[in-house]
């Protein structure tokens, strides 16, 4: 590696940016300020490296070249180079609906993949979906992954993002992957209204007022369409049965006209799997877009999230200082 440089730095890794030489590729390093000096560290890097991996050929997932530790027990990542990320843009400049609604059916195609291969991504966020030159959506960051034959529950408040997590992971409920759909729907309500839904001060909530979130009513916002909205009010139930599957939002998704004469969104790859449960009521006669209609006819339940996005993830892991990191030649 050369041309080493810091793109960004946060309370969970730093990024840099870097030529791989045997290559000529630029690629972003992703280097975890937590040491591996356990057992238990070990192995969730390992399970965490294994699910990226699993993940990356879906065309929407970020691409993983490599993973490694530096000399100084620091776990780190080589992957797939990008230029910004959602978060950025919905700060700038909201997402108007078509695109939003393009940007869903990617991720959601991508949570397709990875939930039928048994992996849960558990933080999607605006700031976990980038965007490249040549690829205008991909998910990154599968650090918080859980494989789906190791479920572990003991990381739900140790790292996550508040503003973007279900009322169950507050209740060290098992994760599934209507974590991953409240999420994605709660990003896709964000990047059109320019901040998470609810998060309505420069200040993050406490943690009894981010319970009390959940109570209220997600509003429609300007210039996009009810149906849309309705869509993500679903995705956003607070009871995890009432959210529809990934390839069910993907599908409602899909299925939106939101503009006349607007193309519709490019067609997604379809995994199917049929190892991978549902949370949907699979036993039901009815078709998924029967269940759907009926659904939009009730009132949705209210939820919340409350923390912003930029709001430091929380470990409980503190950073050893002053060691130098030497990368493998």
């Keep these: ?5 810091v793109m960004a730095r946060g309370g ?5 940016r870097a030529t791989q030489d045997s290559v000529g590729r630029d690629v972003a390093i992703k280097v975890e300020n937590r040491t591996l000096d356990n057992p238990r ?3 969730r890097f390992l399970r965490e490296a294994k699910a990226a991996g699993r993940m990356s050929s879906h065309p929407h997932v970020v691409d993983l070249f490599d993973i490694g530790v530096t000399v100084d027990q620091h776990p780190y990542l080589i992957m797939e180079l ?9 700060r700038i400049s909201p997402l108007g ?3 939003a609604r393009d940007l869903g059916v990617k991720i959601a195609d991508a949570l397709v993949h990875a939930h039928a291969n048994g992996v849960l991504h558990r933080d999607v966020k605006p700031a976990n979906i980038l965007y490249s030159h040549f690829n205008t959506a991909v998910l990154a960051d599968f650090g918080l992954a859980v494989l789906g034959e190791m479920r572990d529950s003991s990381v739900t408040l140790e790292v996550l993002t508040p503003a973007y997590a279900p009322p169950e992971m507050f209740r060290h409920a098992a994760p599934t992957g209507s974590v991953d759909v409240y999420a994605l729907s709660a990003t896709l309500y964000a990047v059109m209204r320019g901040h998470p839904p609810r998060w309505d001060g420069e200040r993050s909530p406490s943690l009894i007022t981010l319970m009390d979130l959940f109570d209220r009513p997600i509003p429609d916002l300007p210039n996009v369409p009810g149906s849309l909205t309705q869509v993500l ?5 607070n009871d995890p049965q009432a959210r529809p599957t990934a390839e ?8 939106l006209h939101l503009a006349p004469g607007s193309p519709p969104p490019p067609p997604p790859t379809v995994y199917r799997s049929a190892s991978f449960t ?9 078709r998924p877009k029967e269940q759907w209609q009926e659904a939009t006819q009730r009132p949705v339940p209210p939820l919340s999230q409350t923390q912003a996005d930029e709001t430091p993830t929380v470990h409980t892991k503190k950073r050893k200082g002053g060691k130098r990191r030497w990368w493998p030649s």
Excluded: V
Aim: proline content about 4%; charged content about 20%; glycine content about 8%.
């Design 1 to 5: 590696m050369s041309g080493l440089s």
């Design 12 to 16: 969970y890794a730093t990024i840099y």
């Design 41 to 43: 560290d070990q192995a």
């Design 248 to 255: 069910q939002l993907r599908d409602m998704l899909i299925g």
């Design 278 to 286: 549902p949370t949907w009521d699979s036993n039901s006669p009815r």
């Design 97 to 99: 609906a078509i695109e």
């Design 82 to 90: 990008c230029e910004g990320s959602y978060l950025d843009r919905m």
């Design 233 to 237: 009010r679903y995705g956003m139930a």
